[in-house]
């Protein structure tokens, strides 16, 4: 039976489909099956698709937020697993033992920090146990302790915001859904006018909502009323930060402020050291203050940072330049409102003009990063030469096997790919991608530089296809 709390909020989350529920449900039948660590920020979904996911399998959930109860933090320090099982079952009213068959859900663990080095005595002691714990703010704290990893006694599992595919079938466009999964390179340039557009409608609703579960639920529930879904959104964001005073200290939390809201202003654009320095200076502190801040900002998932790379070969990470590097938000909806961008500048023009560029460069952004595995840490990557080598920037670098594809996000048809020619001469690859409100492509083009020229493919993607690119690539 769900603990009284945890079943009346229930009754009031968002039901709609997730793929986060199926591959909770997968991870439940494993025959054996590693603690799971579901990280994320706050307010993406982790707890609801937890409890959604015990609930198509009809298996009990026993709920601890230890946050709640912090009297079971010396135990998890001990790592007394069968006084943690018996403090819980006299907490919730169940039974819980080595074999039981439920979900174990320990929540907001950040609370506890030890919990999750006790992952490894609940994999090795009772294996037949399934545990899953989750925590906004788990990595955040988890820096400022010396605990132990379970390193190789648990499975990750990354949640960010939903994406376009979700968001469709969320809102009931199953069907929209249906044909977007039957485009290929091929036929996708026969799409008609008339889908293409309202196709590009939906992508224009999704950037006014965002992917923040609840949400998309107030859109569902009061027919996409753009005043309510703001409201929601800008308490979220002071939700994000009156985090900093509770796990900061009111002190600390000040200049975080500061910097949260310089961040902000930044996404999307190159940030080196010349502008940390600007930023820091501006927000009255230091370099070592700033990093700080962006370590924590990543830490809590509210800011990814995209970072330069030389782009010879996979993995991409293995050649980048740290100090220089771009920012994206958590969610594009959320960027919105604290821009205080009009709701009508993105109904009345197209997603890659609206906001300079850089509305469309984080929702490009917000889609790739959750675009591979889920057992991956979501991470990104860009590219430009060197500064005797001309200003060219590549938005983004999308791996596909052994394969590195420029990707740029740009106007239609006739937006300048000056970037993307040089990247296709210096790395020598077959083929680029653009991203924009035109219709679907794929050209035959001949990049040319200095007297060089090479042939490549070009495809053309509406944003709307950017959640079927791996599948398009084939």
């Known amino acids: 039976m769900l603990h009284f709390n945890a079943l009346i909020a229930l009754k009031l989350e968002i039901m709609f489909y997730r793929q986060a529920v ?17 990280r994320g920020a706050r307010q993406v979904g982790k707890t609801t698709a937890v409890r959604l996911a015990a609930q198509e399998l009809g298996v009990k ?31 919730t009213g169940e039974t819980i033992k080595p074999d039981s068959p439920v979900i174990l859900f320990l929540d907001e663990a950040q609370a506890t920090p030890a ?81 293409h557009q309202h196709l590009l409608a939906l992508v224009r609703r999704y950037t006014l909502t965002g992917g923040m579960p609840y ?17 929601y959104q800008v308490a979220l964001l002071q939700t994000y930060r009156d985090d900093f005073a509770k796990y900061s200290g009111s002190q600390n939390a000040t200049w975080l402020n500061a910097y949260f809201n310089g961040i902000l202003g930044q996404i999307g654009r190159q940030f080196s050291h010349k502008q940390a320095q600007e930023l820091a ?69 197209k997603l ?23 057992y991956m840490n979501p991470e990104l990557y860009y590219w430009h030469p060197p500064k005797s080598e001309g200003q060219a920037e590549i938005d983004y670098l999308y791996v596909h096997g052994n394969e590195i594809i420029p990707v740029e996000v740009k106007s239609g048809s006739n937006g300048s790919i000056k970037s993307l020619h040089s990247y296709i001469l210096k790395k020598e690859a077959k083929r680029g991608i653009r991203i924009s409100s035109g219709k679907p492509l794929v050209e035959q083009l001949i990049a040319r530089q200095n007297k060089i020229k090479r042939e490549f493919e070009l495809i053309n993607l509406p944003f709307y296809l950017l959640n079927q690119i791996e599948r398009l690539l084939g």
């Open 215 to 231: 949400c998309v639920q107030l859109g569902i529930e009061n027919n996409f009323n753009h005043a309510k879904i703001l409201k």
């Open 352 to 374: 890659e003009l609206a906001g300079k560029g850089e509305l469309a460069e984080q929702w490009v952004g917000q889609q790739l990063l959750y675009s591979k595995a889920t």
């Open 115 to 195: 919990a999750y080095s006790c992952l490894r005595y609940f994999y090795e002691d009772m294996p037949n146990l399934a545990v899953i714990l989750t925590g906004s703010l788990l990595d955040q704290v988890l820096q400022n302790y010396q605990l132990s990893s379970p390193v190789g006694r648990i499975e990750p599992y990354f949640m960010g915001p939903l994406h376009f595919d979700e968001f469709l079938l969320a809102i009931g466009a199953e069907q929209e859904y249906q044909t977007l999964n039957r485009l290929t390179l091929n036929n996708m340039h026969l799409i008609p006018d008339s889908l």
């Open 22 to 38: 199926e591959d909770l449900k997968n991870w439940y039948k494993q025959p054996r099956k590693k603690p799971l660590v579901i």
């Open 281 to 349: 200076q501006m927000s009255s502190g230091d370099n070592r203050q700033l990093n700080l801040a962006i370590e924590r900002f990543i830490a809590a998932r509210l800011f990814y940072r995209v970072l330069h790379s030389y782009a010879n070969a996979v993995p991409l990470g293995a050649e980048t330049k740290i100090r220089i590097s771009k920012f994206l938000f958590i969610d594009v909806g959320l960027l919105l409102a604290a821009r205080g961008l009009p709701a009508q500048k993105v109904m009345e023009t």
């Open 61 to 91: 959930i026993v709920e601890i937020n230890l946050e709640r109860h912090s009297e079971l933090n010396a135990q998890f320090q001990r790592y007394q697993l069968d006084d943690i099982l018996f403090s819980v079952s006299l907490i």
